[in-house]
C-alpha cells in the first residue's frame, strides 16, 4: 500500500535530506462517510516524512501510498468550487487559443484535467480537446459538462493509446497535478513523447519558494508527492528534451508557479533568469532553510492548537471554513480534534455531511454559518480569502487566519 523511498530521490536517484516527519497521516482527501467505530478505527494511515534532494532542489514525500488509495472514485476535491479559479482558468484557456491552437489538426491535452474546469472552456467553443484523469467521479462530471474526457492515469500505456487516437499534442497542460504524480520521470518521459515538436507544455502548481516563505507547510500531505521549483522541473524534464522557456508566478494557493516548456533549448525569457536568482537567493538547496522551515511549521501548529484550546475552554464555539486538503496535515499534525472544533463547514456537496480524514470532524454546509453563528472561525480554505470573506460578509463570526501567525480578520 505504500511506495516506499529508501532514501533517495525520485528525480535524480540522489540521496535524499530527510528532515520532518509527521507522524502518522490519513490520506488528505479520503473524507469518512460511514461514521461507525469500525471505519473510523480502520482508516488508513502513513508515516509522513519529507525530504530534499541537495542535487536537484526536489522537494519530496517519501512514504507515498499507492496512487490507487488517492485518487480513485470519490475524489474530493471538484476544482470548480471557486469562482475565482474558474477565472484564472478561463484566463488560460484564452491565451491558449490565441497562442499556441492554431493549425487545423492542433488539440489540448489536459492531464489531471478534474472537473474540466479548464476545458470547458474549450468543449464550449468546440475546440478539439482530450482530457485525461484518474478520479472516475471527476470524469463523470466533466462529461456532464460536454467535455471530451477519458478516465485512467497517465503514463506511456495511455500516451500511446491517446497518439494512435489523436496524434501528437500542440498542447498539454498539467494545472494542480504534476505534484500528485509519484513516478514523475515516466510521465516526463511520456510527455516529451507525445508533445508535437512545436508543442508547448503548460504546469502550474504550488510554488516551493513561496510555500518556504509563508511557512505554508499545509501544502504537505500524500497527494502532494512534490513541491516543485523552476530549479527541480528544469532538472527533471531537461533529462527528456524538454526546455523552461518561461515562467508567471500567481497568487493563487498560497503563490503559484506556471512554467511554459517547449523542446527548443535557445529560449528563456526575464522571468526565469529572474527566479532562478530567487531559488539561489532563498537557498532552495541548503538544509538549514528547511530546518527553519520546519520550525516554522510547528510554532504554527501549536500557536493554532494553544489558540483553539484555550477559545473551548472558555465556553466559546471554534468552527472551520473550507475542509481542505491542507487543514488535513495542520489538523492531524497539530492533532486538533473533533472535541475542538465543532465542525468545518465547506460548499461542495461532495463533502457535505462526511467526517475529515484522521481528526473525524463533521463537514456543514457552508450555508448554515449564517444562522449557527459561531463565536471563532478559523479559515482553512486560506487561499480563497477574499472570494469566502465577501460571500460571507454577513456570517457573524470572529475570522480568524493562522498563516504566517494567528491573526484575527478585520475586513472593511
Ligand atoms: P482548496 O484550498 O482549493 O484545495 P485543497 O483541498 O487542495 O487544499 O479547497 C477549497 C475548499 O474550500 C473546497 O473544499 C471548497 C471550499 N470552498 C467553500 O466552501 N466556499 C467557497 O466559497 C470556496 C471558494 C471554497
Ligand atoms: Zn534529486
Request: aromatic share 12%; glycine share 4%; proline share 2%.
Amino acid at each position: 500500500m505504500i511506495n516506499k523511498l529508501k532514501n533517495s530521490c525520485r528525480v535524480c536517484n540522489n540521496s535524499i535530506e530527510i528532515f520532518m516527519n509527521f507522524g502518522d497521516m490519513p490520506i488528505a482527501n479520503n473524507l469518512i462517510t460511514n461514521n461507525t467505530n469500525s471505519t473510523l478505527d480502520s482508516e488508513f494511515k502513513y508515516d509522513m516524512d519529507v525530504a530534499f534532494c541537495t542535487k536537484c532542489a526536489c522537494f519530496q514525500v517519501t512514504n507515498v501510498p499507492n496512487k490507487n488509495l488517492m485518487f480513485n472514485n470519490s475524489y474530493a476535491y471538484f476544482a470548480s468550487e471557486s469562482k475565482e479559479m474558474i477565472n484564472h482558468f478561463y484566463n488560460l484557456s484564452q491565451e491558449i487559443i490565441t497562442k499556441y491552437l492554431i493549425g487545423p489538426d492542433d488539440y489540448i491535452l489536459e492531464i489531471g484535467c478534474n472537473d474540466g474546469i479548464l476545458l470547458k472552456n474549450f468543449s464550449d467553443q468546440k475546440i478539439p480537446h482530450l482530457g485525461i484523469d484518474a478520479s472516475s467521479n471527476l470524469v463523470e462530471k466533466a462529461k456532464m459538462d460536454g467535455i471530451n474526457v477519458k478516465c485512467a492515469f497517465f503514463d506511456d500505456i495511455s500516451a500511446d493509446e491517446i497518439e494512435n487516437e489523436y496524434g501528437k499534442a500542440k498542447v498539454i497542460v498539467l494545472t494542480n497535478t504534476m505534484h500528485h504524480i509519484e513516478n514523475c520521470n515516466a510521465v516526463a518521459k511520456a510527455i516529451s513523447l507525445l508533445l508535437s515538436k512545436d508543442g508547448v507544455l503548460i504546469i502550474e502548481d504550488p510554488y516551493l519558494v513561496d510555500m518556504i516563505d509563508l511557512g505554508s507547510f499545509e501544502q504537505i500531505y500524500a497527494e502532494h508527492n512534490f513541491i516543485w521549483c523552476l530549479s527541480s522541473y528544469s532538472y527533471l524534464f531537461e533529462m527528456y528534451g524538454i526546455y523552461i522557456n518561461d515562467v508567471k508566478h500567481f497568487d493563487k494557493h498560497g503563490g503559484s508557479m506556471r512554467y511554459y516548456f517547449s523542446k527548443k533549448l535557445s529560449i528563456k525569457s526575464k522571468e526565469v533568469t529572474f527566479y532562478e536568482n530567487v531559488e539561489k537567493k532563498n537557498k532552495i538547496n541548503d538544509l538549514k532553510t528547511y530546518v527553519d522551515f520546519k520550525e516554522k511549521s510547528e510554532k504554527i501548529c501549536s500557536d493554532l492548537l494553544k489558540f483553539v484550546s484555550d477559545k473551548v475552554s472558555k465556553g466559546y464555539t471554534v468552527c472551520g471554513y473550507g475542509a481542505t486538503a491542507k487543514s488535513c496535515t495542520i489538523l492531524n499534525y497539530a492533532k486538533i480534534t473533533n472535541n475542538l472544533l465543532t465542525c468545518i463547514y465547506d460548499s461542495t456537496p461532495f463533502k457535505i455531511n462526511k467526517l475529515t480524514p484522521g481528526t473525524h470532524i463533521p463537514i456543514r454546509d457552508a450555508k448554515l454559518i449564517k444562522e449557527d453563528q459561531p463565536d471563532f472561525t478559523i479559515l482553512f480554505a486560506w487561499n480563497h480569502k477574499s472570494e469566502i470573506l465577501k460571500k460571507e460578509r454577513l456570517t457573524k463570526t470572529t475570522w480568524i487566519e493562522y498563516i504566517p501567525e494567528i491573526n484575527e480578520i478585520n475586513e472593511n
